[in-house]
């Protein structure tokens, strides 16, 4: 009898990140594949023919406070503003979310849910070790996975925007 195995995905330089994406009701698959250097991290996007670099800046990484949902279609290079990160809240986000249980981003409190029980993310059939919050004023869940470096966003559904992703695959180069 096999028991679950709860991990806390990484990011380094190669990394991909697969994700599914709902997107105005649409499906696709897409791909991330993460370059870190000391002024930025790096997402290569690759979906449906779409090609682009999305640049987090280092202050957005430590200290952001607003979600870019960019698909990458406008520049082959994106650099986001320094407020901006990319498929993660930032670090100081994170924190604010385990010392308070909550945080703030694109000015909509997010509030941890207790019930652990019903809130789950798998990605290959490993539980993966996420904090789950909703956001206080509309129905927007997040998962994000417990890793104070690079807290990422593993799934977001309910999302107003009509844009809603899944981890699906993580594979390091």
């Not at 779409?50 to 957005?60: D, G, Q």
């Not at 129905?139 to 994000?144: G, L, N, R």
Request: net charge neutral; glycine share 2%.
């Amino acid at each position: 009898m096999a028991s679950a195995q709860s991990f806390v995905p990484t990011i380094k330089n190669n990394t991909q990140l697969h994700y599914v994406c709902k997107l105005h009701g649409q499906t696709r698959a897409l791909t991330l594949t993460s370059k870190i250097t000391a002024e930025a991290l790096v997402f290569n996007l690759d979906t449906r023919d779409v090609n682009s670099n999305i640049v987090t800046k280092s202050e957005a990484l430590k200290n952001g406070n607003a979600l870019s949902y960019n698909q990458g279609e406008y520049a082959p290079v994106l650099n986001l503003k320094t407020n901006e990160t990319f498929f993660m809240i930032s670090q100081s986000a994170y924190q604010d979310l385990v010392k308070n249980n909550r945080f703030i981003y694109n000015n909509t409190t997010y509030i941890l849910d207790q019930n652990t029980d019903k809130n789950t993310v798998a990605i290959e059939g490993k539980q993966v070790d996420a904090l789950h919050v909703i956001a206080q004023i509309d129905e927007t869940e997040m998962w994000i996975i417990k890793n104070p470096e690079f807290p990422l966003i593993c799934k977001i559904t309910k999302n107003p925007l009509g844009i809603n992703w899944t981890l699906v695959k993580i594979v390091d180069k």
